[in-house]
């Protein structure tokens, strides 16, 4: 279930709301000034003590002119995040090694424009004056956008998924610094929808010797005697008769027809089959090489892992269950 973060101005209180609203999250917005904002101020000071020691009526009005000026920029840098509402949508899953994409759904509901609205990840919460007014420290900024009014804009969070299993994109700090930079107003975002990552796929092995995974229990290179049905890569063990060997003649390539019915070919990929691989994680690249294959080639395929059996079958949901099944190998109790 997803969770709508609603960013409130001070002093309003940000807590999570009672049963009729339930799912959504109610986030302090926090404001301070930006090294610029601190230069400024200080610049100020030293105008005022000027018109004071010189008594310069012009003085005065410029200085007060300008913290006036200052006073409208803080409430305008605040009330740009006020009021949005951050809803995170589910994350497509990606193969270990590749960049996982945190989709975020920017709900304007009022009548205001707000621009340049930027996303960083931290993982610190409370920051050093110091490090606010001189820069984000050691964060990396991910993205930024505008959002126009009574409208939603649609971002996506960029994280690197160094390994497999689920992944999350931890705390992220929603800021801007509008209009002037003087002052930077912030929040932050507990990103709790993971992106599951598939082990990468790798392996140089063959596919093992086709299995017939019905009653029969028959087992070898079987090729079925009903409908014609497509080609498939040749494999180590085929069956000569089932060789196309037109499309051999001309040069097309070495291919076995495939045929539907009972006899069709369907390939158990077992734990067993990689048990000579090193590691666990060699293992499961393997794995995920060859189903990725079987059904690039359209193949009806099952998995047997540890304490876990598949069923034979090929297409995109059959593809998502089974590479699931070895992202989430060993990391069953995880959340």
């Not at 020691?53 to 409208?72: D, E, H, P």
């Not at 990606?94 to 509901?109: H, K, M, S, T, Y």
């Not at 975002?189 to 990468?200: F, S």
């Not at 092995?205 to 409908?227: I, R, V």
């Amino acid at each position: 279930m997803s969770e709508t973060v609603v960013l409130v101005q001070f002093p309003f209180s940000a807590h999570r709301t009672t049963a009729e609203n339930r799912g959504i999250t109610k986030q302090r917005v926090y404001i301070m000034p930006t090294r610029y904002g601190a230069i400024f101020g200080s610049m100020l000071v030293a105008m005022l003590l000027g018109a004071v020691n010189y008594n310069n009526s012009m003085a005065y009005i410029l200085t007060f002119l300008l913290c006036s000026l200052a006073l409208v920029t803080l409430l305008h840098t605040c009330r740009n995040l006020a009021g949005l509402a951050i809803n995170q949508a589910p994350a497509s899953a990606v193969f270990a090694g590749e960049l996982a994409n945190f989709p975020l759904i920017l709900d304007n509901r009022n009548s205001q424009l707000r621009l340049s609205i930027s996303f960083i990840k931290t993982t610190k919460k409370w920051r050093l004056l110091a490090d606010v007014l001189t820069s984000t420290g050691n964060e990396v900024p991910i993205t930024s956008c505008d959002v126009d009014a009574n409208t939603f804009n649609r971002i996506e969070l960029t994280v690197k998924a160094e390994q497999r299993g689920l992944l999350y994109a931890g705390r992220i700090k929603v800021f801007t610094t509008f209009p002037l930079g003087l002052f930077k107003a912030w929040s932050y975002i507990e990103m709790k929808q993971p992106c599951l990552v598939y082990p990468k796929p790798a392996g140089q092995n063959h596919f093992p010797a086709y299995k017939l995974t019905e009653a029969t229990g028959n087992q070898g290179n079987a090729s079925g005697t009903d409908d014609f049905i497509g080609f498939r890569n040749y494999q180590s063990g085929d069956s000569i008769k089932d060789i196309a060997w037109k499309a051999y003649a001309q040069q097309k390539g070495l291919f076995v027809k495939r045929f539907s019915g009972s006899g069709a070919d369907k390939l158990l990929l077992s734990w067993a089959d990689v048990s000579a691989l090193a590691d666990v994680e060699a293992r499961l690249s393997q794995l995920c090489h060859w189903i990725i294959e079987a059904e690039s080639q359209s193949l009806e395929y099952s998995l047997e892992l540890p304490e876990l059996f598949i069923d034979s079958g090929h297409g995109e949901k059959h593809l998502h269950q089974c590479l699931s099944a070895l992202a989430k190998y060993g990391h069953e109790n995880d959340h």
